[in-house]
């Protein structure tokens, strides 16, 4: 996962678009995703953490990953 | 202890004082020249209207004059103007309608004469991005612009949905357009317009993507000194920005060089843009002054109308690089309240 340079993040949850003014609000797990991508961590690193944190099936994990980069394909924030 | 103003004072008359759901520009342009760090400014509003929202501004409109229609003519605008600058001493004039720009376009000798400084379009650069012409204009500087026909009557609606596909939009010469999706709508958008602004309106194929537009100001010998591109977030049922953001966009900045140095731009002006699914950008409209919306470039840290003003008087004004990205504005509805014999004395004599 690589989110776009110019997309800023905020503790909060909040991600803006600054080339197209879209705003969109992620929950907290969402909001950590993408603070950790933007630091460079890669997709393999985040999902390990996430397994060791929370008491989510791997499978599921996947699934739940898939769907996540698919919004964010969709709202037009991955490179 | 009052501290006086050290700035030179000068005088500035404008325009567009209709802050309305479909708002002139005037009274934001007027807000942003009050924040120009170089001149006490005295404001003189130019209105048409006995009931243009800016005339009652006080705050921000010094003394309000009324102008004669655009339809009066050259001569009867110059004549009123002559008596304004009778009774103040207008250093710069900066009009925000397409309708009267024509004019005082024109006339841009006889107010220097006056000692009135303009900086606007050539007449040239006005009649070349005229809707009329937006078809050969883009052909002519390599810019995407939706195909578009000009409908004397209405008869020529269907033909031209034929060509163009529907849905239409169809656009008045100077202000206003409806999308419409069917010959019946067309028809009775037709009259509307053509009733309201005349004949011939634009008849444009409908582009589906995301509006954006940019301010920009060139300084007639092919620089753009500013551009600061802003996306809609609400628009009112006529398409006027209502909230709006301001965007970093490389290919947004360099489409507005791209215009200025094509047509030699000067002064103000707005690029209308969809921007389609496959990343094109369509210029919709160009419209040659400052939109409504012009006072986010100057909370933006891009200050256009006051560099247009220093640009009227001949002063240096360097290319503005940087401004604030997600800088918003949203816009809203306040009732001023005046009293009757306020509103009897710019109707009757003219002046406030």
Redesign the interface.
Known sequence: MKLKA?I?TSDAGFI?N????DSFAANPLAADILARAKTGQDAAAIKADILERYDVAPGQLEKDWDDLLAQLRDFNLLD | MPIASTLPHLTVAVTGLNATDSPGPGVAVIRALRECPDFDLRIIGLSYEALEPGIYLRELVDKTYQLPYPSAGTAALLERLAHIRQQEDVAVLIPNFDAELYNFIKLEPQLRALGIRTFLPTLAQLEARDKLNLAAFGAAHGLSVPTSRPLHSATELLPAAEALGWPLVLKGRYYDAAVVHSLAQAEQAFARLAGQWGVPLIAQQFVVGQEINIAGLGDGLGRTLSAVPMRKLTITDRGKAWAGITLADDALLALARRFTEATSWRGGFELELMRTASDELVILEINPRFPAWIYLTAAAGQNQPAALLRLALGLPVPAMEGYAVGKMFVRYAWDLITDHTIFQQVAALGEL
């Not at chain 1, 600054?18 to 003014?21: L, S, W």
């Open positions: 110019n800023a803006f600054p080339a197209t003014g």
